[in-house]
């Protein structure tokens, strides 16, 4: 079974801490896609690669940064975690046909 | 500009009974149309996906639309059941660029015995 697995289900930080979210996929996928899901807003898209060391800024890349080293790992980074910052947030993966994969979700807390 | 709108926002219904839910797009030009089903909690999973040329498509218990002249989509969900409880998601596609998918806010379902 094809797989995005994101290694942190639950967090809680706080204000200012720097946060790391992890996403492995097992599909060789060359695409993939850091989101956060907001009630009344739906998936926003952060940042998403397309290869390896490439990244690009999606519709709301403020305030996080993104790491791809391995073509199955991208990292969201949040330098200096903010409230306005709690959310879910999910990653996918797509070889090129659009149909994205999901992982489960990370669900963020910054107090 | 691309939007995507779902409506209704929220649903209940009775567990066996149908429904349909709403997806109008203005999304240009138009690619393909997907419709995933995400439960509480979980990331989203694709139920279907259409293209232009594409009018009905089926998974099981559900069937989607698609008229592209009106721009519209429609997911019916046929005697429901207990684990349709979930929130429903139209991604519409562009046919070119690098970020070019457009998705909707969702419709949130819930079926009650």
């Known amino acids: 079974d094809v797989k995005v697995t994101q290694s942190s289900r639950y967090l809680v930080k706080r204000t200012g801490e720097k946060v790391f979210l992890e996403c492995v996929q097992d599909?060789?996928?060359?695409?993939m896609f850091w989101y956060r899901q907001d009630p009344g807003l739906g998936l926003r898209l952060i940042y998403f690669s397309y290869d390896v060391k490439m990244k690009e800024k999606g519709d709301i890349p403020e305030g996080y940064s993104v790491s791809r080293e391995k073509k199955e790992r991208f990292s969201l980074i949040l330098e200096s975690a903010s409230t306005n910052q709690t959310s879910m947030y999910l990653c996918?993966?797509?070889?090129?046909?659009?149909?994205?994969?999901f992982g489960a979700g990370s669900r963020l807390t910054v107090l | 500009k691309n939007q995507v709108e779902q409506s209704p926002q929220s649903l209940i219904i009775l567990e066996g009974k149908n429904c349909t839910l709403q997806?109008?797009?203005?999304?240009?030009?138009?690619?393909?149309l997907r419709w995933y089903k995400q439960d509480t909690g979980r990331g989203p999973v694709s139920l279907t996906i259409?293209?232009?040329?594409?009018n009905t498509k089926s998974n099981g218990r559900y069937t989607a639309t698609l008229d592209a002249d009106t721009k519209q989509s429609s997911l019916h969900i046929t005697a429901s059941q207990l684990s349709d409880s979930a929130s429903y998601i139209c991604?519409?596609?562009?046919?070119?660029?690098?970020?070019?998918?457009?998705f909707g806010t969702g419709t949130r379902l819930t079926v009650i015995p």
């Open positions: 996918a993966s797509t070889s090129g046909a659009n149909v994205l994969t």
């Open positions: 997806c109008n797009y203005t999304v240009s030009p138009f690619s393909n």
């Open positions: 259409m293209t232009f040329s594409e």
């Open positions: 991604v519409v596609s562009l046919q070119t660029g690098a970020n070019n998918l457009f």
């Open positions: 599909m060789d996928h060359e695409n």
